[in-house]
């Protein structure tokens, strides 16, 4: 187990170091740093001072030497103006100047500032993720004891009315995206078309979270993955309860209630398991959509707003979150099918 965890930690930092490549190739794109420049100086530059200002903030350097500056393993670039002011990627990030660091990128803990913003990186997807962290949570809450119970109940009868019915449910709500359960939620249920229960937006939970103006936003996003996840626990349970030690059990007077639970559940867990944890990236996706249509101030809806004002410095470091979550889940993932299903190896 040691062995392939090293060996899956190894292959996570080579997928790590690939994907933060391309999405940073993308980024640092000629139109992109254009439109940086004309941002950050002046919309009327001309094309030479746009290649100025480039030079000048060390964007004109290979993209393979400024990927190793952002990783933090080159040192950052340095310039000496006209004036004779020393300036640089670390010099200009350091309190002391005179005694600025050679080497300021993500492993020294530096992710740049935003240039939308004005505040550091790290400080930003600190506070962004936090508010999307207790919305992921109160998701999984809802969103997992709900999908298993749908699951288990579709799949205990395969082929009755609860089975037709429950399955009917778990179709329509996995066709049914985010942004349009979404606005059904807010013309029916938060406003004057409907019976105003709840709040439309959710701004004001970023503060004070309340069933009232919260409980919509989780609600969207729990609806597509409770059929998801259902659907997938309806399937093996239904191949579970057919399985020769469920008839033998049957056949020995076992109670119903006791195979499914003593004798089915386990084993019928043990394919919806992987499916839930691979909920933890779709949900980076989903609430991207979801914060935005609720006016939440999140992950996701920070990164609207970086991709929308092109800010290099933020998108990066969402594109690190992204690929994080996603690894890390993918190891827990296969960790835990081992534990939960005796008869799979590592070999």
Same mark, same amino acid.
């Given at each position: 187990m040691l062995m392939f965890i090293?060996?899956?930690?190894? &292959? =996570?930092?080579?997928?790590?170091?690939?994907? !933060?490549?391309?999405? /940073? +190739?993308? &980024?640092?794109?000629?139109?992109?740093?254009?439109?940086?420049?004309?941002?950050?100086?002046? @919309?009327?530059?001309?094309?030479?001072?746009v290649e100025?200002?480039?030079?000048?903030?060390? +964007?004109?350097? #290979?993209?393979?030497?400024r990927y190793g500056e952002w990783l933090g393993v080159a040192?950052?670039?340095?310039?000496?103006?006209?004036?004779? !002011?020393?300036?640089?990627?670390?010099?200009?990030?350091a309190e002391d100047r005179e005694n600025a660091a050679r080497f300021c990128g993500l492993l020294q803990g530096d992710w740049g500032t935003s240039t939308v913003f004005r505040n550091p $990186?790290?400080?930003?997807?600190?506070? *962004?993720?936090?508010?999307?962290?207790?919305?992921? /949570?109160?998701?999984?809450?809802l969103m997992v004891p709900s999908a298993l119970l749908i699951? $288990?109940?579709?799949? =205990?009868?395969?082929?009755? *009315?609860?089975?037709?019915?429950?399955?009917? /449910?778990?179709?329509?709500?996995?066709? &049914?995206p985010e942004y349009v359960s979404g606005v059904f939620f807010i013309v029916f249920l938060a406003s004057n078309a409907g019976v105003q229960i709840f709040k439309g937006t959710a701004t004001s939970a970023m503060d004070n979270i309340t069933f009232e103006n919260? /409980?919509? #936003?989780?609600? !969207?996003? @729990?609806? +597509?993955?409770i059929g998801y996840i259902a659907r997938m626990t309806r399937a093996s349970m239904t191949e579970v309860m057919t399985a020769q030690y469920i008839r033998t059990a049957r056949l020995k007077g076992v109670s119903f209630r006791n195979v499914v639970l003593k004798h089915a559940l386990r084993n019928a867990l043990i394919a919806p398991f992987t499916v839930i944890m691979l909920?933890?990236?779709?949900?980076?996706?989903?609430? $991207?959509?979801?914060?935005?249509l609720f006016? +939440?101030?999140?992950?996701?809806? !920070?990164?609207?707003?970086?991709a929308s004002n092109n800010d290099i410095e933020l998108l990066l470091a969402c594109s690190v979150v992204a690929v994080f979550v996603v690894l890390v889940t993918q190891l827990i993932s296969d960790i835990g099918y081992v534990f939960l299903n005796p008869r799979i190896r590592i070999a």
């Open positions: 090293l060996r899956r930690i190894l &292959t =996570m930092l080579l997928t790590a170091f690939c994907l !933060t490549f391309i999405v /940073f +190739y993308l &980024t640092n794109l000629p139109p992109n740093l254009e439109k940086l420049a004309k941002t950050e100086a002046s @919309a009327r530059m001309t094309d030479a001072e100025s200002w480039i030079e000048r903030n060390g +964007y004109g350097q #290979p993209l393979i030497v040192p950052g670039w340095t310039n000496v103006e006209a004036n004779g !002011t020393l300036r640089g990627r670390c010099v200009d990030r $990186v790290s400080e930003i997807i600190a506070t *962004r993720l936090g508010l999307t962290g207790i919305l992921m /949570f109160w998701v999984m809450v699951g $288990v109940m579709a799949g =205990m009868r395969e082929g009755s *009315r609860l089975d037709r019915s429950l399955s009917t /449910f778990s179709i329509a709500t996995t066709a &049914t919260f /409980f919509l #936003p989780v609600l !969207t996003i @729990a609806l +597509y993955g909920q933890f990236p779709w949900l980076l996706n989903g609430v $991207v959509i979801v914060e935005t006016n +939440y101030k999140g992950f996701g809806w !920070t990164l609207v707003q970086a």
